[in-house]
């Protein structure tokens, strides 16, 4: 059973970076699509990026293109997302996500393993 833990959430000024991280266990994920979405107070869950696990390809919703990065560590199991010149509006509590094909999709549903989240908060 896949297992995904998020950490590295908190609050920052605009303009600020955090690094999320999300250690993933139970499995081998070689053929897996790991993903961050995000979801506002009263708004849906959105896709922000993803990361093929044995190619390392990317994917990356418009909004965040060219402020955040995602990326994955091999040998620590770990997906990361660096969020640089963050804005108000990604204050949203982020969440990990995996699937079990090695595809980009933006839809949710897509996606069978799920964090717990982490709350982002940027201050104006």
């Known amino acids: 059973q896949v297992q995904l833990v998020e950490s590295g959430g908190g609050l920052v000024q605009a303009g600020g970076s955090l690094r999320l991280s999300c250690a993933a266990s139970?499995?081998?994920?070689?053929?897996?699509?790991m993903a961050w979405f995000r979801q506002a107070p009263g708004k849906e869950r959105e896709f922000a990026a993803a990361?093929?696990?044995?190619?390392?390809?990317?994917d990356y919703t418009g909004s965040v293109k060219g402020r955040f990065t995602i990326s994955r560590d091999n040998a620590k199991n770990t997906v990361y997302l660096q969020m640089n010149s963050l804005k108000p509006a990604d204050t949203a509590v982020y969440y990990c996500?995996?699937?079990?094909?090695?595809?980009?999709?933006?839809?949710?549903?897509?996606?069978?393993?799920w964090g717990q989240g982490t709350q982002v908060t940027v201050s104006s």
């Open positions: 139970g499995r081998t994920f070689a053929g897996y699509t």
């Open positions: 990361i093929r696990w044995i190619s390392g390809s990317t």
């Open positions: 996500a995996a699937r079990a094909v090695p595809t980009f999709t933006t839809s949710p549903t897509a996606y069978n393993s």
